[in-house]
């Protein structure tokens, strides 16, 4: 099982979500950001690096707020949703759009799977 931790950052009552680059896995799909841990790597550790690495930003990590298990065809994940507070504006750096969005927006959006049980838990509990 592959072991993969997401943002759930807010701002004005919005979340973050990404869409991912066509070519990769979930290409084109929709996705709270974040990515894999790397060996030895703390889960919070890994969402600060994700974040300055694909956003150019840096993070501060609260509580899980989640931990989803999901099985692709081809691979086993567990999905680790955090709390985060973003400092400064993100930048599409290693994703190819960027959107902060209403929790009830999310339903229009083609998100990856795991994502769209996330966003099924949100909706209406999004602090301004």
Same mark, same amino acid.
């Given at each position: 099982?592959?072991? $993969?931790?997401?943002?759930?950052?807010?701002?004005?009552?919005?979340? *973050?979500?990404?869409?991912?680059?066509?070519?990769?896995h979930?290409?084109?799909?929709?996705?709270?950001p974040?990515?894999?841990?790397?060996?030895?790597?703390? =889960? /919070?550790?890994?969402?600060?690096?994700?974040?300055r690495? /694909? *956003?150019?930003?840096?993070?501060?990590?609260?509580?899980?707020?989640?931990?989803? =298990?999901?099985?692709?065809? &081809?691979?086993?994940? *567990?999905?680790?949703?955090?709390?985060?507070?973003?400092?400064?504006?993100?930048?599409?750096?290693?994703?190819?759009?960027?959107?902060?969005?209403a929790?009830? &927006?999310?339903?229009?959006?083609?998100?990856? =799977?795991?994502?769209?049980?996330?966003?099924?838990? *949100?909706?209406?509990? $999004?602090?301004?």
């Amino acid at each position: 099982m592959i072991a $993969v931790v997401a943002a759930l950052a807010a701002r004005g009552g919005k979340l *973050l979500i990404a869409r991912r680059p066509e070519g990769r896995h979930m290409g084109g799909k929709w996705e709270f950001p974040g990515g894999k841990l790397e060996k030895g790597e703390l =889960p /919070e550790e890994a969402l600060r690096r994700e974040l300055r690495e /694909e *956003l150019g930003v840096e993070a501060c990590v609260g509580r899980i707020e989640a931990a989803i =298990p999901h099985s692709y065809p &081809e691979k086993d994940v *567990l999905l680790l949703f955090y709390a985060t507070e973003i400092e400064g504006e993100p930048q599409a750096i290693d994703e190819a759009e960027l959107r902060w969005v209403a929790p009830d &927006e999310l339903a229009g959006y083609d998100l990856a =799977p795991v994502d769209r049980l996330m966003a099924d838990r *949100l909706r209406g509990v $999004v602090p301004d």
